[in-house]
């Protein structure tokens, strides 16, 4: 007879420090077996074979297995269709337990309901937990038990029902003795999955407390770390959300704790309002805006030749290293939507290509916050003029000079558009497509 074990399922939660559903199946009562699925449904749709983030996630899952290694354990790593790798592991282990944690995009849910069900058939039971963010779809709501769609008061209630239970970390390595003992099992090499080597280097995250202390001051200015990036940890849990919550409060970075109440804000939305999943607009009638879609403008600006330094330095950022800068990512996507009017969607779907940190709620409440169709209680007629931001923000043009080098030679991009044309175009175009909505 086989041994009964529990398996831990990782996914985008890779560590194993502070990790919510790892810490209670290593409490289970079974000894665990840890995986990791290269999932193809999911990397057959990425067209670019040198990615950035399967890279970056194959060696987060390759340090899991050194550090699993030095406890005698290993981690079962398989490609291909979740469904078929599930009936294969309990073909060949006796599984009684599964163990993962909440994952809220829509293919995720479809196919965890799937694995729970087959885990019913097998009289084995699954158990999910809440571990990306700090509080989950019903519980930070209104006064009337409604889920919030304004970031500020969310916040305020957020902050309000903080407390140590919600941010203390699971203190997985007590049982670290729990974890299977297992003979070495084969690595997975990128090419085995159809993948090459890129340039990132996946490096334990470390959060400095410079960065924390000056974040108000810098996080502004494209030219300078003065942020995190920390982003692209976040999302694949390479850190954990509860320790980020109590670097922030140690440090008294209430600006940097509200930028993690905004990634919860935005898991949040995706959780209660399923249908922007299906490229709706979150406020209804801003579907009715006719875009102009102007195929060659949108590839000058995915190129970064719109002839705007600041949005032709952001976009390259971003085709060069799968980053851009926040105060960048909003100039760039207010620029598609209003001054060239080309749908956000398209927008979207590019930087899901192209960010390292790509995250649907993230980038999706990014996105419809900068066409004024998403969770803002400011109007629409907030278009960033990409001059005055270059002023305000890169005013000494380091950022500019870095990614456009060429910005005042002759042979540099005559504007695309002309900033007064657009916004005043824009404006009428916003009032009244909303208008015929009323
Ligand atoms: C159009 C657009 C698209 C975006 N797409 C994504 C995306 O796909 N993935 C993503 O993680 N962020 C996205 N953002 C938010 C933000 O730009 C990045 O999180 C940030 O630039 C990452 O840098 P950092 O780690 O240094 O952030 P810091 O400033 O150090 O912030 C700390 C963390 O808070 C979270 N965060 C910060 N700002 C936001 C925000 N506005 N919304 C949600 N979470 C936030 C991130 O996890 C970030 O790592 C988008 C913003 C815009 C305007």
Request: with cysteine; charged share 30%; aromatic share 14%.
């Amino acid at each position: 007879m086989k041994e009964e074990i529990a398996i831990f399922w990782f996914r985008r939660d890779l560590r194993l420090d502070d990790n919510a559903g790892l810490y209670r199946a290593l409490k289970s009562g079974l000894k665990v077996l840890p995986i990791f699925i290269f999932d193809k449904n999911i990397l057959d749709k990425l067209e670019n074979k040198k990615d950035r983030r399967v890279d970056f996630i194959h060696q987060a899952v390759s340090s899991i297995k050194t550090q699993l290694n030095a406890l005698e354990s290993d981690i079962l790593v398989k490609y291909g269709n979740p469904m078929e790798i599930w009936n294969s592991i309990f073909k060949e282990y006796n599984v009684k337990k599964v163990y993962c944690n909440h994952d809220y995009e829509q293919y995720a849910l479809i196919r965890d309901g799937k694995v729970n069900k087959l885990c019913q058939a097998q009289n084995a039971t699954f158990h999910t937990f809440k571990d990306q963010c700090i509080f989950e779809k019903d519980e930070v709501l209104s006064a009337t038990g409604t889920p919030y769609t304004v970031f500020t008061p969310y916040s305020r209630k957020w902050k309000e029902k903080l407390n140590d239970f919600y941010k203390k970390s699971y203190p997985t390595e007590k049982y670290f003795n729990n974890f299977l003992k297992i003979v070495k099992m084969d690595a997975m090499n990128l090419t085995d999955i159809g993948f090459e080597k890129t340039e990132i280097e996946f490096q334990k995250p470390t959060l400095s407390k410079q960065i924390l202390l000056n974040y108000k001051e810098k996080r502004d200015f494209p030219a300078i770390v003065g942020t995190s990036r920390l982003s692209i940890h976040l999302r694949f849990g390479t850190i954990s959300t509860r320790k980020c919550v109590q670097y922030a409060l140690m440090f008294g970075s209430e600006t940097w704790l509200n930028e993690l109440i905004w990634r919860d804000f935005y898991m949040n939305i995706l959780a209660n309002f399923p249908q922007i999943n299906a490229g709706k607009a979150f406020k209804k009638a801003y579907d009715k805006i006719p875009w102009r879609n102007n195929e060659a403008e949108f590839k000058a600006w995915c190129e970064g030749k719109t002839g705007y330094w600041l949005v032709d330095a952001g976009m390259r950022e971003l085709n060069n290293t799968g980053f851009m800068h926040n105060r960048v990512r909003m100039v760039v996507a207010s620029f598609l939507c209003k001054h060239l009017l080309i749908d956000w969607r398209w927008g979207e779907a590019y930087f899901a290509q192209k960010l390292n940190d790509f995250d649907f709620s993230a980038n999706n409440g990014g996105w419809q916050w900068a066409s004024s169709s998403g969770c803002d209680a400011a109007p629409y007629f907030r278009i960033f003029n990409p001059e005055s931001q270059t002023l305000k923000f890169d005013k000494n043009l380091e950022y500019i000079k870095k990614w456009v080098p060429e910005y005042l030679s002759p042979t540099y991009t005559k504007p695309i558009v002309d900033h007064k044309m657009a916004r005043e175009r824009a404006l009428k175009v916003y009032k009244e497509a909303l208008n015929e909505a009323e």
